[in-house]
Every structure is written in structure tokens, then in C-alpha cells.
């Protein structure tokens, strides 16, 4: 028996995996950012006067803003996995690898926007509140 995998088996692999990180990431990058915006807070509040709140917001917008970007380009990429070489995605009636990973980039499309949501609402807090009480 031969230990040899086809020529586009290993590619496939590849693709799969990457596919399988795009998911992951958009919920990683949003429960990052809640976890820093809610623990820096904290401490903020707890430990340092008040008059750290603005550098506090502001911290949390840049975190905010790159966690956005991240997911953003995250949504891109999986767009155009979902998109590719299949204009007409409604009709495939045969099952193929191709449709697997066009699947993927689509769940992965889904949660880059419910990550993106959800990070703007764990900013909003940082926007309306006025003191730590």
C-alpha cells in the first residue's frame, strides 16, 4: 500500500483548515475585546481615580476600532470564499468538496457579522457612561 495522498488532497487540507480558522476567529476577536474593554474597566474603576475614564474610553475605542477592522476583513475574506466560481449559489444539485467550502466561507460570513454586532455593543457602555458608578 502507498502512503501517497493525491495531488490536491493536501490543498483541499489546507483550504479546509483555513476555512475552519475564519470561523473561529470573528467570535475569538469579539470575545477578546469584551474581556479587555470589561477587565480594563474594572481595574479602571476599581483601583484608579476617575479621571482615568477618558483614557479608559479611549483605549477602548482603539481596541474597538481594530477588532472592527479584524472582523471586517475577516467578513471579506469570507465573502469572497462563499462567492467564488459560483455565481449561481442557489443551484448546485450536485454535492461537491467545492460546495463544503463554499459553506464554510457562508458560516463564517454569518459570524463575522454577529462578531462585528457584538463588539459594538460591548463598546457601548464606554460611550454613555459618564462615571464608573
Known amino acids: 500500500m502507498s502512503d501517497e495522498h493525491p495531488a490536491g488532497g493536501e490543498e483541499e487540507f489546507r483550504e479546509e483548515e483555513a476555512s ?6 470573528g467570535p475569538v476577536v469579539w470575545m477578546a475585546h469584551f474581556i479587555v474593554s470589561y477587565a480594563a474597566t474594572a481595574v479602571v474603576c476599581a483601583k484608579l481615580s476617575t479621571d482615568e475614564l477618558v483614557w479608559l474610553r479611549m483605549g477602548i475605542a482603539a481596541a474597538t476600532l481594530l477588532a472592527l ?16 466560481g459560483n455565481e449561481d449559489i442557489w443551484e448546485d444539485p450536485a454535492a461537491t468538496s467545492e460546495d ?7 458560516a463564517a460570513l454569518l459570524l463575522a457579522v454577529i462578531s462585528f454586532i457584538g463588539v459594538i455593543y460591548t463598546a457601548l457602555p464606554a460611550l454613555f457612561a459618564a462615571t464608573c458608578r
Open 20 to 25: 475552519l480558522v475564519r470561523i473561529t476567529l
Open 69 to 84: 477592522g479584524t472582523i471586517a476583513w475577516l467578513g471579506r475574506r469570507s465573502w469572497r470564499q462563499w462567492r467564488h
Open 100 to 106: 463544503r467550502h463554499q459553506f464554510l466561507g457562508h
